[in-house]
């Protein structure tokens, strides 16, 4: 009698690349604004840093990111507002950069409608559509 295997293969690769996995996946054609709200330099800060990464900003140029830095002890939070007027609010204060990036993209990535590939017709397609 063996015992069957129950663990992983690998070892995992780390939270870098579970943030670059998640950052990969992040949409923001749904999203108009986006604004942030910091109490002091934390996860938020690391955040903004991938959130405004050029790859990820290609996906909306007209998506606008702003940031304000308060002094009111109040929770660090995230707001964003919709194209479809309608806004979701993130309270970010235990929340690490991982588990904010996979609540994007749980809330607003999968809002994102797929287009529609136009196929360009050849001249040999044309002569088999005639026929």
Known sequence: MSIYYSGTFKRSAGVISAVVKQLNLVNLKPVKKFKSNLIHFTQMLDFLFHISSPKV??????????????????EPQIKIDL?????????????????????INKHISSQVKE????QETT???????KR
């Open 123 to 129: 001249k040999a397609r044309k002569k088999q559509i």
């Open 115 to 118: 287009e529609s590939v136009n």
């Open 83 to 103: 194209n479809d007027a309608g806004s979701i609010k993130f309270l970010a204060n235990n929340l690490t950069v991982l588990e904010i990036l996979q609540q």
């Open 57 to 74: 900003a290609e996906t909306n140029l007209n998506c606008v990111i702003k940031t304000n830095i308060v002094c009111d002890r109040s």
